[in-house]
């Protein structure tokens, strides 16, 4: 089968990136916008970056920002309905993996009335029409949602995070601009730095990685490894690389997949309302443990990227030593929690857990088979 490349028809990048959204809009035409964002994004002067660059060019356009970490079936369902009530011919999508994921759904839905329900598109969905229009400007990194097409959203009723798989979703314009990114306090550049890793990671070992999206996943390792700390400190260098590193990695698994780290993570995150980012940062050392013998001479590489002395002359199994232990001690070094009993996880809740775990739509990219009792046991270790 031949492998498949969907990207962004335009991005930008760098520091003053969002200053293009205003002659974007103009030129393809848009006559009236919706934000998509979150409360918190407004008061600390996050979104109102983009939005004051909208009222200045007289932009016609409101706001909706009722999205929740880990967003609900209700944000959406209220989402298409601001939306259609506003006329909106586009969207601007400013946040976190949050919002943009909201934004991809609600405007897949705007375009596809028969998919009205969010949750007749779990998985991959025959939608017809590209979504309305999304213009997508991250603020953390991160998800790479932004460059991305899946999003994800939470039926908090059934405790259940589901995956949404449709190339119809991708924005259409990213604006990946490190401005967007500075205000994140240290932990939530950490966790959603390592999210980013993880992407990286387990772009980079899923059975259906080839040359392309291995170039992409070593590329984001190299980088996301080198700056992740200097950007929890707040280092502005360090931030900049990170705003490029967590996109590299969205363009890689985006397109190929991910594996049981994001399989494990979801049913944390609807369970317990863990953050994404802490939920896989927690779960991915031991994973990648778990994995470290199907994975042929790739974490050699992993290690390589990660700029470990000796790693080419080291045996194959020192290598994959080299490259967990590099990735514990960064995980521990950024501040994430080693256990997962401290995120509130319950062993009662773990055998029905692992069936969600089981069934999600990223364990099947993982290249070590698995199964419910492994996965109670890979739970039970990080207890
Ligand atoms: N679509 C994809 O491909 C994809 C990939 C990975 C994760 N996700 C999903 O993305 C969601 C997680 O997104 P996230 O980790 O980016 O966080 P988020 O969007 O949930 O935001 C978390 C919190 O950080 C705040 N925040 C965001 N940017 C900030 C900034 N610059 N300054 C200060 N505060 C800021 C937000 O207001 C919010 O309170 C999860 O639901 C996850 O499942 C999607
Ligand atoms: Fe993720």
């Known amino acids: 089968m031949a492998n498949r490349m969907i990207l962004n028809e335009t991005s930008y990048f760098g520091k003053g990136a969002i200053q293009e959204i205003v002659p974007e809009i103009a030129r393809r035409g848009f006559k009236k916008v919706v934000v998509v964002t979150d409360k918190d994004l407004i008061k600390f002067g996050v979104a109102t970056k983009v939005t004051d660059l909208l009222k200045a060019a007289n932009v016609d356009f409101t706001i909706y920002d009722g999205i929740v970490p880990n967003p609900t079936i209700q944000n959406v369902k209220d989402g298409v309905a601001f939306v259609k009530s506003a006329g909106a011919d586009a969207l601007v999508a400013i946040g976190g993996g949050s919002p943009q994921d909201t934004a991809k759904a609600i405007g897949i839905i705007i375009a596809n009335p028969e998919f009205s329900d969010v949750l007749s ?4 969905a025959e939608t017809k029409n590209p979504s309305l229009p999304i213009l997508a400007v991250p603020t953390t990194s991160g998800t ?6 899946n999003y994800v959203i939470t039926d908090a009723e059934h405790h259940r995070k589901f995956v949404c798989v449709d190339p119809h979703d ?25 999210d980013a890793m993880t992407h990286a990671i387990e772009g980079y070992i899923t059975p259906g990685a080839w040359e392309m999206s291995d170039m992409l996943h070593i590329k984001a390792i190299e980088i ?12 502005q260098k360090a931030r900049e690389e990170m705003a490029l590193g967590q996109y590299i990695a969205g363009m890689g698994f985006s397109n190929v997949g991910l594996g049981l780290v994001h399989g494990m993570a979801h049913p944390l ?13 927690s779960l991915l050392p031991t994973i990648m443990k778990y994995n470290k013998e199907y994975t042929g001479e790739k974490y050699r590489n992993i290690a390589v990227a990660l700029n470990i002395p000796g790693a080419k002359e080291m045996t194959i199994e020192e290598a994959r030593e080299a490259a967990c232990g590099e990735i514990d001690r960064l995980s521990k070094s950024v501040g994430i929690p080693a256990t997962i009993s401290e995120l509130g996880v319950k062993e009662s809740d773990m055998a029905a857990i692992a069936e969600d775990a089981l069934k999600d739509v990223c364990t099947p990219g993982n290249p070590r088979e698995t199964s419910v009792p492994e996965i109670i046991a890979l739970y039970k270790s990080l207890l």
């Open 144 to 149: 790479a949602a932004e460059v991305t097409i």
């Open 224 to 235: 996301i490894g080198k700056s992740l700390e200097a950007s929890v400190k707040g280092d």
């Open 170 to 194: 991708i924005p259409l314009v990213a604006f990946v601009d490190s401005d967007m990114m500075m205000g994140m306090p240290a932990k939530l550049a950490a966790s959603t730095g390592m």
């Open 121 to 124: 598109l779990e998985g991959v």
């Open 269 to 281: 995150s609807a369970w317990y309302n863990i953050p994404h980012g802490v939920a896989c940062a």
